[in-house]
């Protein structure tokens, strides 16, 4: 199956659109509670904040390279809900955690389809 260019431009748009509104939801709580102080921070929730942390340089990469970015972001949430399952026994709820997924998955898309084509 032969993947029109169109469409992978509209993915990778809405993967860097998602992305960059996900980060910047991230910066705003970061910012938002007067600031996050890591020596405050439990052994947990410091790796989990470096797995957010792998996460948004992942955003930042995809603009370049597709592939890397999009593994960092997904490789980022999925260490994120292990350390979290291991942690709580629970996974994280909300919508917003599994909606981090989307931008890295289609980043991946876009780089498959691109590879594919060459």
């Not at 947990?44 to 370049?64: D, N, P, Q, R, Y």
């Not at 997924?101 to 594919?116: N, S, T």
Request: with cysteine; aromatic share 14%.
């Amino acid at each position: 199956m032969m993947v029109n260019s169109k469409f992978i431009l509209i993915i990778r748009w809405i993967a860097r659109i998602l992305g960059i509104f996900i980060l910047g939801i991230f910066l705003l709580f970061l910012i938002g509670d007067g600031g996050m102080n890591p020596l405050r921070l439990s052994v947990t929730e410091l790796l989990m904040t470096i797995c957010l942390l792998i996460f948004m340089v992942g955003i930042l990469v995809a603009w370049k390279q597709e592939g890397v970015g999009g593994a960092m972001m997904i490789g980022g949430m999925i260490l994120f809900y292990l350390i979290n399952f291991i942690g709580s026994a629970k996974f994280p709820g909300g919508w917003v955690f599994p909606l981090m997924f989307v931008p890295g998955i289609l980043y991946l898309i876009c780089w498959f389809a691109v590879k594919r084509k060459n």
